[in-house]
């Protein structure tokens, strides 16, 4: 996963799919997120679920331990070490979900060129992004240690065309379950594992090189190539 993805529509557009009955402690607004091109520090909307219901909160993209100062903080976890490694062990018992509508990856098509392609649902719906961090605890303004990572998987199949690497993305059943705190340590790994969407759910497509900017945003990033 190169590092770029859009969150565009509304929060309860998420939220409706995502179909969790309790009310929705909303800190990230009702209007479009219209994040077209969403970069590494970002702050994107995040899901996660709290002994008063399901928060909706503006995280960072990117997290790292404190004693990890000297380093840059990852915005992705390998699913082959996160829930056993040192780095995420801290943050491994708070699940999220990162609601996107799509994401970008680049492509080496020689001479020194790269392709951006576009990836997301075959139907449009949400993509829900496993993740885990750490959140805010009812503010509305970031802490410097606040911050998430998107867990990612091989890319097997189609979808190894584009990238080796992409995120594990959940039904929104599984979603539930990956966000409800009584699910099991064990089961959220298997969960990771061995039921992530495959990439017969996806479809992918070339955009235009204006997406490389982090400056540019709006819809026109988003559309196919002819």
């Not at 392709?115 to 496993?130: K, N, S």
């Not at 061995?194 to 017969?200: H, P």
């Amino acid at each position: 996963m190169c590092g770029r993805l859009s969150q565009y529509r509304g929060i309860h557009d998420f939220v409706a799919v995502l179909s969790i009955p309790d009310a929705l402690i909303n800190y990230v607004g009702d209007e479009p997120l219209a994040r077209y091109n969403a970069a590494p520090t970002t702050q994107l909307a995040l899901f996660h679920l709290e002994s008063d219901g399901l928060h909706a909160d503006n995280v960072r993209w990117g997290w790292r331990p404190h004693w990890a100062k000297d380093r840059a903080a990852p915005i992705n976890a390998r699913v082959e070490k996160v829930a056993h490694g040192p780095f995420f062990r801290g943050i491994w018992p708070h699940r999220a979900i990162c609601p996107v509508d799509n994401w970008f990856e680049w492509v080496d098509e020689g001479d020194s060129k790269r392709q951006p392609w576009l990836i997301r649902h075959r139907d449009g719906t949400p993509i829900f992004c496993a993740a885990i961090g750490q959140f805010p605890a009812g503010e509305t303004e970031p802490r410097e240690d606040d911050g998430f990572v998107i867990i990612t998987a091989d890319s097997a199949g189609g979808l190894l065309d584009i990238h080796d690497r992409r995120p594990v993305v959940l039904s929104a059943e599984l979603a539930r379950e990956w966000l409800d705190p009584a699910t099991p340590r064990e089961r959220a790994e298997d969960m990771l594992r061995m039921q992530g969407e495959t990439s017969d759910s996806f479809q992918w497509y070339r955009v235009g090189k204006a997406v490389g900017n982090v400056r540019n945003q709006g819809a026109a990033l988003i559309d196919e190539l002819p």
